[in-house]
């Protein structure tokens, strides 16, 4: 029977030869011309690669088509002694700068929304705001509010919250309340303020108001569970950083970007 390579397969020796050449998924991506989520989903074996983008591919990381689509070929035949580096070979790594000011508004924007409902403490508060920003870097490769997330036992917890949160409390802007909920003990927040929207752009409070829709109604094991069934989450220590890109590794339902309509040209 003549050998048919796979999906899995091309995305497999892609990933070889992108590691040999050192190049980080950011550097490989813009070479042939897609997104970098697009060659996520091609390494993963999600995402086929029509003959234009295989000459592209073939021409970057200096590989023969006979050879790449053969049984028995292997990275390490492919000869790059004399292709210069082109990137750093450091691998790309997203660093989020926090923007204090729309975090705030987004803060309270999400508290005008959702305080009024007995089921939203701190732990449904923190997972609203994880889910929009890593939902808005997925979709737009840029961030939302900046903040650092931390993998914790209830799930990610955006970094430096108490110091701005005390902030804002000092300021009059939201007020905090200790309650009981389902014979739990809550901490609850009231925004004492309006949101300043006017920076917020159309695209950000949409995904904001996606994630309100679909999860300001859970409680607290209930969207702490989905939490931890995210890549980014999964994929992180305990108690260390999550990092922004392994919102490209997601899958239904978690992901929120059509890959299939990504431009590819």
Request: with cysteine.
């Amino acid at each position: 029977m003549k050998f048919q390579i796979s999906q899995v397969l091309v995305g497999q020796r892609v990933v070889e030869l992108r590691k040999r050449k050192q190049f980080s998924q950011e550097d490989l991506a813009k070479m042939v011309g897609i997104s970098r989520p697009s060659l996520t989903q091609i390494e993963l074996g999600k995402r086929s690669l029509n003959i234009m983008e295989l000459q592209k591919f073939a021409q970057v990381l200096g590989f023969s088509l006979d050879d790449f689509m053969s049984e028995d070929f292997s990275s390490e035949t492919v000869d790059f002694s004399e292709v210069e580096k082109e990137k750093s070979s450091k691998e790309r790594i997203s660093v989020p700068s926090l923007k204090i000011g729309k975090f705030k508004n987004i803060l309270l924007y999400i508290l005008e929304r959702c305080a009024g409902k007995p089921n939203v403490g701190e732990t449904v508060l923190y997972k609203l705001l994880y889910f929009s920003d890593f939902n808005y870097y997925e979709l737009y490769e840029e961030h939302l509010t900046g903040t650092n997330y931390r993998k914790l036992p209830y799930g990610p917890v955006p970094q430096n919250i108490d110091t701005i949160v005390n902030n804002m409390i000092e300021n009059n802007q939201i007020q905090r309340f200790k309650t009981e909920y389902h014979g739990f003990p809550q901490t609850r927040y009231l925004p004492l303020e309006k949101a300043d929207l006017t920076d917020l752009l159309a695209s950000e409070k949409e995904v904001i108001d996606r994630v309100i829709e679909q999860m300001s109604d859970w409680s607290a094991s209930a969207v702490s569970n989905y939490s931890h069934k995210d890549v980014p989450w999964m994929a992180s220590k305990d108690g260390e950083e999550i990092n922004y890109e392994l919102a490209f590794y997601r899958e239904p339902p978690f992901s929120v970007r059509n890959y299939e309509e990504d431009i590819e040209l």
